[in-house]
């Protein structure tokens, strides 16, 4: 159980920071809870507050973050420890476009380096981006899973969109429930 805990994280839908902390103090903070090595922890945390636009914000207090600056830096907090699994509860939420684009380009970049992202969305779009294998479900149950292919393929559905996919199986399921 240990050793899980230090390969992953969890980003839930609901970002809970530390309001009186700065951005620079929270990933100080969060990152010895990892046993994260000082030096490298301020540099990935530099890092992450550039790449996430917060940089200019590094020494504000959170208490006065709107929902996508604390949704942005609940994810650098997620991320300072580089787990190797990344469990992601709509990561996008309370973000605006240029936000979203850059939280879709780190985690590319975290799967292109070995990372694994498991992520719940409603917005189909970036399932079908950025997903490797989909999992659907309705009613409290996975009613399909597989790359979207796969999906396209078990409703004989073509070229048919993640959204088209996911109403059509919905559908079937809610008419079988």
Do not use: N, Q, Y
């Given at each position: 159980p240990i050793e899980a805990k230090r390969i992953a994280a969890w980003l839930p839908d609901e970002p809970m920071l530390y309001d009186k902390l700065d951005p620079l103090e929270y990933l100080e903070f969060v990152a010895g809870l990892w046993?994260?090595?000082?030096?490298?922890?301020?540099?990935?945390?530099?890092?992450?507050?550039?790449?996430?636009?917060?940089?200019?914000?590094?020494?504000?207090r959170c208490e006065g973050f709107s929902r996508g600056m604390r949704q942005k830096l609940a994810l650098a907090g997620a991320l300072i420890h580089e787990p190797r699994l990344l469990m992601l509860d709509e990561p996008l939420t309370g973000l605006d476009a240029a936000a979203a684009r850059q939280v879709k380009d780190i985690l590319t970049d975290r799967v292109r380096a070995g990372a694994t992202i498991i992520m719940?969305?409603?917005?189909?779009?970036?399932?079908?981006?950025?997903?490797?294998?989909?999992g659907i479900i309705a009613h409290g149950r996975m009613i399909a899973e597989g790359t979207l292919d796969e999906l396209r393929a078990s409703i004989g559905a073509g070229e048919a969109t993640l959204?088209?996919?996911?109403?059509?199986?919905?559908s079937q399921a809610g008419r079988a429930a």
């Open positions: 046993s994260v090595e000082a030096r490298g922890a301020k540099r990935l945390a530099e890092d992450l507050l550039e790449g996430l636009g917060l940089w200019p914000h590094r020494r504000d719940t969305t409603h917005i189909l779009e970036v399932a079908e981006r950025l997903a490797d294998r989909i959204e088209t996919l996911f109403l059509d199986l919905t």
